[in-house]
T-cell receptor, first 117, second 114 residues
Framework: GAVVSQHPSRVICKSGTSVKIECRSL??????MFWYRQFPKKSLMLMAT?????????EQGVEKDKFLINHASLTLSTLTVTSAHPEDSSFYIC?????????????FGPGTRLLVL | AQSVTQLGSHVSVSEGALVLLRCNYS??????LFWYVQYPNQGLQLLLK??????LVKGINGFEAEFKKSETSFHLTKPSAHMSDAAEYFC????????????FGKGTKLTVNP
């Protein structure tokens, strides 16, 4: 099956610093990747849709200047949390769209746990 | 707009017992429905999906789900629970085959007792 990786798996940073999270599709090309945020004991909330070669589409309420998304290639999307604050601490999960006729679906990465001190 | 309601944030069963996790959806267009499983500190793994073909969908690890339009439901079942099934389960709906935005339910944590 399709494999999606994320790096790092866990990161701890000081308040005010920026953190970059990478999402890679390992054995397929993904024109579209999605970034989700999951709060403790809560469901996943879509933050943005990342399209290769174009600007990301952000969901309502998500600060685009706070969460910078870059999808520079068909196998890599990055999420940068700028000037991170403790309230940004969360579990961030990406997914990549696999397009194959009527078998389109999303495959998820293992997630990145961010802790901002 | 689409939405998903998972009844029961926690379900506890004995090993070998039937697993039933409930999911009801709301959609103004024919939906595509999914069940994902999440183990602690991991991402989501697709269990199965309904894409308007057979209403009874078989997935991995012995799970299956039945799409019932009249009840707007997509409940997940497994005849006999294993200890390894203990995890968080999410039901999700999409307007397309999963290539577009997924709307997730709040999840159901399954505990399997020995």
């Amino acid at each position: 099956g399709a494999v999606v990786s994320q790096h790092p798996s866990r990161v701890i940073c000081k308040s005010g610093t920026s953190v970059k999270i990478e999402c890679r599709s390992l054995d397929f090309q993904a024109t579209t990747m999605f970034w989700y945020r999951q709060f403790p004991k809560k469901s996943l909330m879509l933050m943005a849709t990342s399209n290769e070669g174009s600007k990301a589409t952000y969901e309502q309420g998500v600060e685009k200047d706070k969460f910078l998304i870059n999808h520079a290639s068909l196998t890599l999307s990055t999420l940068t949390v700028t000037s991170a604050h403790p309230e940004d601490s969360s579990f961030y999960i990406c997914s990549a769209r696999v397009a194959s006729g009527d078998q389109e679906t999303q495959y998820f990465g293992p997630g990145t746990r961010l802790l901002v001190l | 707009a689409q939405s998903v309601t998972q009844l029961g944030s926690h379900v506890s069963v004995s090993e070998g017992a039937l697993v039933l996790l409930r999911c009801n959806y709301s959609s103004s267009v024919p939906p595509y429905l999914f069940w994902y499983v999440q183990y602690p500190n991991q991402g989501l793994q697709l269990l199965l999906k309904y894409t308007s073909a057979a209403t009874l969908v078989k997935g991995i690890n012995g799970f299956e789900a039945e799409f019932k339009k009249s009840e707007t439901s997509f409940h997940l079942t497994k005849p006999s629970a294993h200890m390894s099934d203990a995890a968080e389960y999410f039901c999700a709906v999409s307007t397309l085959g999963g290539s577009e935005k997924l709307v997730f339910g709040k999840g159901t944590k399954l505990t399997v007792n020995p």
